[in-house]
């Protein structure tokens, strides 16, 4: 089987303005699935349009649309596996922030072990097996990811899940949790072009809404694990 991680954030990693950041998408397991999925959330798309008379080139993202309107769009995706990470800036250690190489490594940290933690989720409940796991596919909202960064990335996600990962300081390894992955394969996407982008969109925003009310996130919806870091 294959695996599809569609993926977006929410807020900016800047702990002196800002309280979260949020990580947030979709995980959908195999190719016909993420086709059942397009024409579902195109169909959701389609029928805002109409309603609200917008163009089709007008992009339907968060910061464009009522409250209202990304409640429909989410609702839209309720038995759709989610994945979230939540990050309390102001536990975030103040030396990451000091430079850019440093805040995108946390960053990828981060989205590494949000996306890990709904994969061990979906183990635990007997939804995938991992042996039968062959390829994944990421596909990021290119602004997420500066293009120099994208290599340091892709190299994470393979170590993380493909090839396994060592820990110097305790002298141990921990092997993949899909011991015959094949392939990590990840896309810079730009939103308007790529449609289960903008549904990761609408999916982050709406844990970043929730996160900002203090709500009990994991208890929130049964579809969508989320994890907090630090």
Known sequence: MNIYIYSDESGVFDKVHNDIFVFGGLIILGTLSKEEWSHRYAAAEKAIRTARN???????????????????LFRSLNNCYKFGAVIDQKSVLDRIFESKKDKQRYLDYAY?????????????????????????YFYIDEHTTATNGYYELKEGLEQEFR????????????PPIFPRLLDV??????????????A???????????AQKGNNLNRWHNKLN?????
């Open 112 to 136: 590494k072990i949000g996306v890990k933690r709904a994969f061990e989720n979906l183990i635990r409940k007997n939804v995938i097996a991992p042996d039968n796991i062959e390829r994944l």
């Open 54 to 72: 917008l163009p089709k080139e007008f992009e339907l993202k968060a910061t464009n649309l009522s409250n209202k309107d990304k409640g429909k």
């Open 226 to 230: 989320i994890i907090r870091l630090p």
């Open 200 to 210: 990761a969109d609408i999916v982050a925003n709406r844990i970043y809404f929730e």
């Open 185 to 198: 394969q990840l896309q810079l996407c730009n939103s308007k072009s790529k449609l289960l982008v903008r």
């Open 163 to 174: 090839n396994g990962t060592y820990n110097y300081s305790y002298n141990a390894f921990y």
